[in-house]
């Protein structure tokens, strides 16, 4: 796994667009649903499917992330 810093100035853009424009519960909410409804409209086409398995698992995994740290709620018990 990689690391990755951000620049100050994309940190605190970062900080100000969750601090002012949206709840990360919500932002985390979205996410996830929007991950529900492309995997279900990427195994009704399996042309797509087939062609970009690996795009589209990365792509699953990196948006539940995402969800995750905004809104840890596979790591609760």
């Given at each position: 796994?990689?690391?990755?810093?951000?620049?100050?100035?994309a940190e605190?853009?970062?900080?100000?667009?969750?601090n002012?424009?949206?709840?990360?519960?919500?932002?985390?909410?979205s996410?996830?649903?929007v991950?529900?409804?492309?995997?279900?409209?990427a195994l009704?086409?399996?042309?797509?499917?087939?062609?970009?398995?690996?795009?589209?698992?990365?792509?699953?995994?990196?948006?539940?992330?995402?969800?995750?740290?905004?809104?840890?709620?596979?790591?609760?018990?």
């Amino acid at each position: 796994m990689s690391t990755n810093t951000f620049s100050k100035e994309a940190e605190t853009r970062l900080m100000n667009f969750f601090n002012n424009k949206i709840d990360p519960q919500e932002m985390a909410k979205s996410i996830r649903q929007v991950n529900y409804v492309l995997a279900l409209g990427a195994l009704r086409q399996h042309e797509t499917l087939q062609n970009e398995a690996t795009s589209l698992e990365n792509s699953f995994y990196w948006l539940n992330e995402l969800a995750e740290v905004l809104n840890p709620y596979l790591d609760l018990e």
